[in-house]
């Protein structure tokens, strides 16, 4: 929680005495099964993050780039392309325009697929079924918070 001068939860004041909210990290979540996205949403509430919903992962690039999240969690069973196909067309994007990479958490089905995890370098994973407390632990680490 960040605090200012003021002690007002959330709040940043400036030289001029106002107070000023804090910025919500802008979340995506590109999963197309609900009860995915619902234990995301369930996990990150507000005011710390601020989630948008993506299902349709063969447009799941053009929408980071409208969006402009700071992290992406991605499902690794997302029908049709995959999440570790979206987390490399995330990487190559990035490379391609020489912008900084969006940080990916994925969602695994199994303890196993951690090892893909790693080579595809993502900033973090949690395995199928994942408590709250595992989701924000690992969106804040990805976060550098």
Same mark, same amino acid.
């Not at 995915?36 to 447009?59: F, G, I, M, Q, S």
């Not at 053009?62 to 987390?87: C, K, N, Y």
């Not at 490379?95 to 595809?120: C, H, I, Q, T």
């Not at 408590?131 to 924000?136: M, Q």
């Given at each position: ?11 940043? @004041?400036?030289? /001029? ?7 919500? #990290?802008?979340?995506? +979540?590109?999963? !197309?099964? %609900?009860? $995915? ?18 299902? @349709?992962?063969? /447009? ?7 969006? #402009?999240?700071?992290? +992406?969690?991605? !499902?690794? %069973?997302? $029908? ?66």
């Amino acid at each position: 929680m960040v605090t200012g001068p003021s002690g007002h939860p959330n709040a940043l @004041d400036d030289d /001029t005495g106002s107070t000023l909210a804090a910025m919500a #990290s802008r979340i995506m +979540v590109i999963a !197309d099964e %609900q009860w $995915a996205r619902n234990e995301v949403h369930a996990a990150l509430t507000e005011p710390d993050y601020k989630l948008v919903d993506h299902t @349709d992962p063969r /447009t799941a690039g053009d929408a980071v780039e409208t969006e #402009s999240p700071q992290l +992406v969690v991605i !499902d690794l %069973q997302v $029908a049709s392309m995959g999440g570790m196909a979206i987390a490399r067309d995330l990487h190559q994007r990035a490379a391609m325009n020489g912008e900084d990479e969006v940080p990916v958490v994925l969602l695994l089905d199994r303890k196993a697929d951690s090892f893909l995890a790693k080579r595809a370098g993502v900033a973090g994973w949690v395995v199928k079924p994942f408590t709250a407390n595992d989701i924000r632990a690992t969106v804040e680490s990805a976060l550098g918070g």
